[in-house]
């Protein structure tokens, strides 16, 4: 019955490995998002798709890159991780942009 | 309060008393929500109330909104320890996304 699912929950890894983080919605909703919270708790929009096209891409490297195989799954995946990616990232849905949105539990990446 | 640039807030209140936590935005919007985030959880829609609503109320949840000061408040009544948790607010100016707030965290003391 969980709406927003995301994988896996903790990720711990060293500087230089790639990961990927697996975001999965059963409620329906066209639009999806990647979000990064750090330590003081503030949320950072990454990118936003709707029907699987990117809408919204803010100013994050390029090492970082969201895939949306089709609406119900936003992936995302990292390369070369550096220290400073280590936070919470979220994933989050809303049936259109503007509108509530939906949260995962969260992926905690600690990158050492 | 919230703002784009300050640092969070927190509010120590005993169970029972009534928290209250405001939120300033500097640009037009089409509606403004409250979350919830519990913690190492995810953020949990509370409310959300739109540019030409002055208050709106959901069980325990007040919350008003003035776009002439840019500012919205949220009040939540009769506390209760599982209210311990950090409000963010969110503005949605109308470009298919929302700009949160850094948050505030409450915590009810039982």
């Known amino acids: 019955d969980t709406a927003v699912s995301q994988t896996p929950k903790y990720l711990v890894t060293q500087m230089g490995n790639d990961k990927s983080i697996k975001c999965e919605q059963n409620?329906?909703?066209?639009?999806m998002y990647w979000y990064k919270q750090d330590s003081k708790k503030f949320l950072k929009i990454m990118f936003s798709y709707n029907n699987k096209e990117l809408i919204i891409n803010e100013t994050v490297p390029n090492r970082f890159s969201p895939k949306s195989p089709d609406k119900a799954h936003l992936n995302l995946h990292i390369n070369s991780l550096e220290l400073g990616d280590s936070a919470v990232y979220f994933c989050?849905?809303?049936?259109?942009?503007?509108?509530?949105?939906?949260f995962g539990p969260g992926t905690r990446l600690t990158v050492t | 309060s919230q703002q784009g640039e300050e640092d969070p807030q927190a509010l120590s209140i005993q169970e029972g008393e009534n928290a209250t936590m405001n939120c300033s935005y500097k640009t037009s919007i089409n509606n403004l929500q409250w979350y919830r985030q519990n913690s190492g959880r995810g953020l949990v829609h509370l409310i959300l109330i739109r540019s030409n609503e002055r208050e709106k109320h959901s069980g325990r949840l007040r919350v008003t909104l003035d776009t002439s000061k840019k500012s919205s408040s949220l009040l939540i009544t009769a506390s209760r320890a599982a209210d311990t948790a950090s409000y963010f607010c969110?503005?949605?100016?109308?470009?298919?996304?929302?700009?949160f707030g850094k948050g505030n965290q409450v915590v009810v003391i039982p």
């Open positions: 409620l329906g909703h066209d639009t």
């Open positions: 989050a849905s809303s049936q259109i942009g503007g509108r509530e949105q939906y």
């Open positions: 969110a503005t949605a100016p109308g470009n298919n996304r929302l700009a």
